[in-house]
């Protein structure tokens, strides 16, 4: 009696482990996979925080009536930091993040941005910005280079930031404009489509970025 009771109790939560079992190992069999490593245990870098660190974009319209503002956050990325001063660095950008101004993911707004149109998020879910010089402007002030990675082209980009380094934690924050269209964003862009009128949006893209790195 006591062998025939545990036969039916396996019978009964076998279906359940299976079937909690399965989905979880889809799921992360179609997630996307980041190709960026980093420097774990090198002294010279921080590991960014991502839960501290975001990405505000900001788009609009050519005749700057309408305006769309959101956010991205970052999945990963470390600053190469000697004698207290930034040197280098990764940022990995997680497109599938991208939200609207009240942080909605799935809208139609969102959903056209991760589509073709704009970033074709399911070919290229990762975007990145490889720092590649920092120069110094004024005390805190500071001008990075580096080479931004959209859609799988790479362009370099220079833009002015803030520097704030204490007890462990630098943090740095700035704004990168961007013609959208060096990156194959097309969407109703002047340079490609005639007689838009109104609806012709800005090649340009505002993006503030904080960074917040840690030990």
Not at 69 to 81: D, N, P, Q, R
Not at 173 to 193: E, H, P, Q
């Amino acid at each position: 009696m006591k062998k025939l009771i545990a036969t039916y109790v396996i019978l009964i939560i076998a279906p359940f482990l299976f079937g909690c079992g399965g989905p979880e190992k889809e799921k992360s069999k179609n997630a996307p996979i980041s190709s960026l490593s980093l420097h774990v245990g090198n002294d010279k870098y921080m590991m960014i925080n991502t839960k501290e660190s975001v990405v505000a974009w900001k788009g609009a319209s050519l005749n700057g009536l309408n305006i769309q503002t959101g956010y991205v956050y970052l999945s990963k990325g470390e600053l190469m930091i000697e004698n207290g001063q930034l040197m280098g660095g990764t940022v990995e950008i997680d497109m599938n993040t991208i939200e609207d101004k009240k942080h909605g993911r799935d809208n139609k707004l969102v959903n056209h941005l991760k589509d073709p149109d704009f970033f074709n998020v399911e070919k290229f879910p990762f975007s990145t910005i490889v720092i590649t010089k920092v120069a110094s402007i004024n005390g805190d002030d500071k001008k990075i280079t580096g080479n931004l990675t959209i859609k799988g082209i790479t362009h370099p980009v220079t833009f002015p930031v803030k520097i704030a380094a204490k007890g462990g934690i630098v943090e740095v924050n700035g704004k990168l404009i961007i013609d959208r269209t060096l990156w194959d964003v097309r969407y109703k862009s002047a340079k490609f489509y005639a007689n838009l009128a109104n609806q012709t949006m800005s090649d340009y893209i505002e993006y503030d970025i904080k960074i917040v790195a840690k030990k």
